[in-house]
């Protein structure tokens, strides 16, 4: 199958690339490399070195004689993405390109702004250059599962039926999103299913939860090849970051309560999701949304895991509670379906299975990298502004003293130092 990634130089695009690329389909690549920018923006590294993406893929080719054509571009310029459509003539695109950390879209107003074009318009535009260059062409698009919010009542894949009034229907699941960028994957979600309905095209909206790990077999089989390893308060995820600081015995940053619960899912997952949903595309005119997560657990789950993983490993992980910077609910319920994948096909990596192998040893082998500075969290929801997540911050000293097992025992609690970052982060 001839299938475009967009994105293809990011976490999820790059794992998926190779994935497709290994299994025998003719994969190209689309990227503009901003999320490289972004990280220069925010003063912050990936853990894993990764190298540029020319070479990456001339090390894939030399490795495997599998060749993955590259388009350099901005999906949001029209003539630039309908040409690689044109050129390409894809059976399926992917559709990873967008800005996709939730505290990036929530900096101050310019961020917020910059989100939403990014993110709307790439989207839109595919659907134009879809329909008018490939309409055949299946998009598999990247959602979230924090499109739905953390409802009081169980979440569909998609849709749900009600009845109201005496009638009844099956409609969209109400959609609550907790950030500007949240919100973006809403508007496209919404533009799409309107695209599919008005011109036909096919399409698959996967909500995804949040992706941990950074090894599949394929970028196992070099290290210039090696993903990245995000950790930082802006694009770094949750387990991610817990896994990193466990590592340099930095305490583990838990927002709020730690009650916060949500899907998750390995990369090795996300990679076989994506060709799955590829294999069995949408019909003409159906906009289908599955959700992609394997399983769910809250912050505080996470956290208490990381410390038994740890443990194992013979480092003691402490755990902090700091004020939430985010608005959210820090206890809830939380029951969402994730079937239709698994009636695909799926066959889910659990995470007690991989948090040693593919999380904890990654976190230890970079150990040396890891910036301590970029672990309390810089960006606060309630604030229209927040200039302190565009220039690095320090780390209160102790604390970066205690991440590098210097601590004479007398250091500050992350909670604290939060404090002081964020005066105003209460609950
Ligand atoms: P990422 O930032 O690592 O990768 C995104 C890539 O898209 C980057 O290489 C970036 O340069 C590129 N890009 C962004 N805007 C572009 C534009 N206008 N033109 C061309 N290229 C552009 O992000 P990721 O973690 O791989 O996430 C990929 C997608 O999956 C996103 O849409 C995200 O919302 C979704 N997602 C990610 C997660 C997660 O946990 N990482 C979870 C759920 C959904
Ligand atoms: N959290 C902590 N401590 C931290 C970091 C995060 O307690 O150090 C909490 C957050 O407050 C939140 C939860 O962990 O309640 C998840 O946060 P996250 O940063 O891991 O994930 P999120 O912001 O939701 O975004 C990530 C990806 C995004 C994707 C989303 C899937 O960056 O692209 O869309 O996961 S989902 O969460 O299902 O919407």
Known sequence: ???????????????????????????????????????????VETLTPIRPLAERLSVWQSLTGETIKLFVGDVTEYDFLSSVIQNFEPEAVVHFAEQRAAPYSMIDRKHAVFTQVNNVVGTLNLLFALREFQPDCHLVKLGTMGEYGTPNIDIEEGYITIEHNGRRDTVPFPKQPGSFYHLSKVHDSHNIMFAC??????????????????MTDEVALGEALINRFDYDDVFGTVLNRFCVQAAIGYPLTVYGKGGQTRGFLDIRDTVRCIEIACLNPAARGECRVYNQFTEQFSVLDLAHMVQTAGKELGLKVE?????????????????????????????????????????MNVALKYRDRIDANVMLPRVNWRQPGNPAARKPVEAPARLVAAAAGKSNGSRRNAAAASRELHPKAGR
């Open 1 to 43: 199958m001839r299938v475009v990634v967009l994105g293809g130089d990011g976490y999820c695009g790059w794992a998926t690339a190779l994935y497709l690329s290994k299994n025998g389909h003719s994969v190209a690549i689309v990227d503009n490399f901003a999320r490289r920018q972004w990280d220069h923006e925010l003063g």
């Open 197 to 214: 309905r008005a011109w036909g095209l096919r399409a698959t909206d996967l909500n995804q939860g949040v992706v941990y790990g950074t």
């Open 319 to 359: 755990i902090d509670h700091l004020a939430d910077p985010r608005v959210e609910a820090e206890e809830h319920y939380y029951n969402a379906k994730h079937s239709k994948l698994i009636e695909l096909g799926l066959e889910p990596h659990m995470l007690s299975d991989s948090l040693l192998d593919s999380l």
